[in-house]
Structure formats: structure tokens, C-alpha cells
């Protein structure tokens, strides 16, 4: 299911390099979040413990590092030496499946932690779907469906990333759909994938810049009002001017176009949006730029919630001449094959910044259904950003 350490989200590794520069004592856990409430086939722990097991032979191969050194030159030779060294550490990780409900949890080092998310929740659903045997689409339907939502994108003119592997049906299809993208990367309707296996191994671009935590962590060290500013300080203070694309939803949007002064306005390239209703946020974004002095149609959005082709359509029909906007599609790419995706998310749920306590962390996002945290620290968190 999972025969390459890069079988992951761009994202981890970019933070995994600034995680080591700025905090390579600090701790995390993190935690299996079942939104959906499925219900899990019993001895569902012990198959997937033997997943994880094996991803500890995993490894940083030569070709793959020489393919990183080629396209992404920020990530320097010294973290790649490092990664070339990594290896997971199935003792991080904790699952237990009793009376059909999945618990998994993962705590150790935050640099060597943060690569175990993407994979494990691939894997959780790859499984899922191997053990319930539910009927699928026939393969040659699953890809006529993508090329039609690739042709409509294109005839449309946005263009569409894949950030699909969390919630995958399976390796085999997430492949298979990657190969029918590309055949849309001539006019850049398709512009590459979050997964860096699938970018190394189709000579594609590797998409992404930063998740929810690290955000989420810089509120365990330096409170929820001061974080924002401190993760895109740190990011810019990591990475100079590239991966230029900010989160902007981790404790709410609002609270982040307060502290996306001038200066961080000019710095980041854009913006992305992961919860609440996108023409709203967009609105809320073009209006922030101008009342900086700032011509919107110079930035971009990158719009990766919950897409489908209506959805996408609705955005690029509001936003449309008024600034610049591209896609990452999730599941409805890599799991539109005739089952119900598991709704499935693993998240930072506590923090051990060098010389502090264990602090639960909380995202509260622009959708009231996506926090997550300890309720009294959701809580606390919604009373402080209001002062």
C-alpha cells in the first residue's frame, strides 16, 4: 500500500526541515479523529499495526533524493542527508479497535513525528475498504470520470492540483488517477500533486507549504493571539520568499487578516482556504489587499476544501478578474470510485515546546464543524482571540 517514505503530503516535509531548524527538542501528539462515526471491522488494529510495522523499512532512496535536490532547491542537502536517514518508529504510534471504534495516536519528537499523519490515515482507509469489500466503479469508468472533471476544469480555465492521498480508496487508484491528470499538464490545467512518490515518479511539481500544525503549535508556545504572527515570521525567517502560499483558517480567518500586515501581505504569494464559505472568504481576501494598497489580481487563493467541479465553478465564476485562484483536490479525485469516503482526520492534539509543559492545541477553523481540541481549551482559545 505505501512502498516509498515520500508516499506523503509536500507539506510535512517542508515543516519536518523547519521543525528541525527552529524546535528539535519539542514533543506532539497527535490524534485519530473519526468524524464519520464508522464503525471499523473487528482485528481492524492489528492489520494495521502490522502496516505500520512495515513502513519502518521505508527509506529515502537515491533517485528520490536527487529528484528533491532537482525541483525543490530550499530543501538544502543537509535536511536531505538527513531524511536519506529517517526512519519510522512504529513505537510512536498507538491503535486499539474495540466494539468497531478505531482509536490511533502518535507522540514523540515533533520532527520525527510529523511524517506519520498522511500515511497512516492512506493506510486506514486503503485497509477499510480491502476488509469491508464493498463494489467499486469498473477501473476504465473511475477513469473516464476524472478525465471529464479534468476537461471540464480546463474548458473553464482554473487549474487543479491533486492533494488526495489522506483519504484515498487505495494506492492502485490514486496511481491511476495521477496518470490521467497529467495528460492535462500542457496548459498548466493540472499543475502537480501534493504527494511527492507520485511527483518523482511522473517528473511532476510537488505541491504545498505548511498545515494546521504549525500554527497549532506556535499557540502551545507563544498563545493563541501571538501565534499567527510567529508561524509566518518563522516560515519566512526558514524559506525567503518560496513556498509563499499561508494558511489562513487555523483559528479563524479573521484573526489571521489581523496579523497579515504590509509586510507579510507583500511576502506570501497567497493565501489558502480550508474551511467556511469560500466566496466569502475570497471576498474577505480581495477586500484585505486593497485596503493594503495591494492589487489582488497579483495574489493568489488556493481554494482545498471539500472541491467538486460545481463547487469549483462557483468560486471561479465570483472570483474571476478579481485575483488569481488555483485548486487542490482531495478525495473527490482519489476516491470518486462509487464508495463513501471515510470522513477521517488525524490532528495535533497536544504540545511540548523545550522547557514548557504538555499544552493541548486546538484549531477552530471558519467552520464550526472542523475545530478540534480539548473543549475547554476551544474555549479558551474563542475567548482570547475575541479580546
Known amino acids: 500500500m505505501i512502498t516509498s517514505i515520500l508516499d506523503n503530503?509536500?507539506?510535512?516535509?517542508?515543516?519536518?526541515?523547519?521543525?528541525?531548524?527552529?524546535?528539535?527538542?519539542?514533543?506532539?501528539?497527535?490524534?485519530?479523529?473519526?468524524?464519520?462515526?464508522?464503525?471499523?471491522?473487528?482485528?481492524f488494529d492489528i492489520i494495521l499495526k502490522e502496516a505500520i510495522s512495515e513502513l519502518q523499512t521505508l527509506k529515502l532512496k537515491k533517485e528520490e533524493k536527487e529528484f528533491?535536490?532537482?525541483?525543490?532547491?530550499?530543501?538544502?542537502?543537509?535536511?536531505?542527508?538527513?531524511?536519506?536517514?529517517?526512519?519510522?518508529?512504529?513505537?510512536e504510534v498507538y491503535a486499539s479497535c474495540i466494539d468497531g471504534d478505531l482509536k490511533v495516536s502518535i507522540e514523540g519528537l515533533w520532527y520525527r513525528t510529523i511524517l506519520w499523519e498522511i500515511p497512516l490515515m492512506a493506510l486506514i482507509s486503503e485497509l477499510f475498504f480491502q476488509l469491508t469489500g464493498q463494489p467499486i466503479l469498473p477501473e476504465n469508468e473511475i477513469r473516464r470520470?476524472?478525465?471529464?472533471?479534468?476537461?471540464?476544469?480546463?474548458?473553464?480555465?482554473?487549474?487543479?492540483?491533486?492533494?488526495?492521498?489522506r483519504r484515498r480508496y487505495s494506492y492502485h487508484n490514486h496511481d491511476e488517477i495521477i496518470q490521467t491528470?497529467?495528460?492535462?499538464?500542457?496548459?498548466?490545467?493540472?499543475?502537480?500533486?501534493?504527494?511527492?512518490?507520485?511527483?518523482?515518479?511522473y517528473d511532476i511539481t510537488p505541491m504545498g507549504t505548511q498545515a494546521h500544525e504549525w500554527f497549532m503549535f506556535h499557540a502551545a508556545q507563544y498563545g493563541f493571539k501571538m501565534a499567527t504572527m510567529f508561524s509566518l515570521e518563522h516560515w519566512i525567517d526558514i524559506y525567503r520568499g518560496d513556498l509563499g502560499i499561508a494558511l489562513a483558517d487555523t483559528f479563524t480567518s479573521d484573526l489571521f487578516f489581523r496579523y497579515f500586515d504590509m509586510k507579510f501581505a507583500k511576502l506570501f504569494d497567497g493565501v489558502r482556504h480550508d474551511s467556511g464559505d469560500p466566496i466569502i472568504f475570497a471576498e474577505?481576501?480581495?477586500?484585505?489587499?486593497?485596503?493594503?494598497?495591494?492589487?489582488?489580481?497579483?495574489?493568489?487563493?488556493?481554494?482545498?476544501?471539500?472541491?467538486?467541479?460545481?463547487?469549483?465553478?462557483?468560486?471561479?465564476?465570483?472570483?474571476?478578474g478579481k485575483i488569481r485562484i488555483s485548486f487542490g483536490i482531495g478525495t473527490n479525485f482519489t476516491n470518486d470510485v462509487g464508495v463513501t469516503p471515510l470522513n477521517i482526520v488525524i490532528k495535533m492534539s497536544a504540545?511540548?515546546?523545550?522547557?514548557?509543559?504538555w499544552v493541548n492545541t486546538v484549531k477552530l477553523s471558519?467552520?464550526?464543524?472542523?475545530?478540534?481540541?480539548?473543549?475547554?481549551?476551544?474555549?479558551l482559545c474563542q475567548q482570547v482571540i475575541a479580546m
Open 351 to 357: 504540545a511540548k515546546p523545550e522547557g514548557y509543559n
Open 366 to 379: 471558519d467552520a464550526d464543524g472542523k475545530h478540534t481540541g480539548d473543549a475547554e481549551a476551544i474555549k
Open 68 to 91: 528533491i535536490l532537482s525541483r525543490c532547491d530550499f530543501l538544502d542537502p543537509a535536511y536531505l542527508d538527513f531524511l536519506a536517514g529517517y526512519r519510522f518508529d512504529a513505537s
Open 145 to 165: 470520470n476524472a478525465d471529464e472533471k479534468m476537461q471540464f476544469y480546463r474548458s473553464i480555465g482554473i487549474r487543479v492540483s491533486d492533494f488526495g492521498t
Open 284 to 320: 474577505k481576501t480581495i477586500n484585505h489587499y486593497k485596503k493594503l494598497g495591494i492589487d489582488p489580481t497579483t495574489k493568489t487563493i488556493v481554494f482545498s476544501d471539500s472541491l467538486i467541479p460545481d463547487k469549483v465553478k462557483e468560486i471561479r465564476d465570483f472570483c474571476h
Open 181 to 201: 491528470l497529467k495528460k492535462y499538464s500542457d496548459d498548466h490545467t493540472f499543475l502537480g500533486t501534493s504527494n511527492v512518490h507520485f511527483a518523482h515518479k
Open 9 to 43: 503530503d509536500f507539506y510535512k516535509f517542508t515543516m519536518q526541515k523547519a521543525v528541525i531548524n527552529l524546535f528539535p527538542r519539542a514533543y506532539a501528539r497527535y490524534e485519530f479523529i473519526n468524524r464519520g462515526g464508522t464503525k471499523f471491522p473487528d482485528g
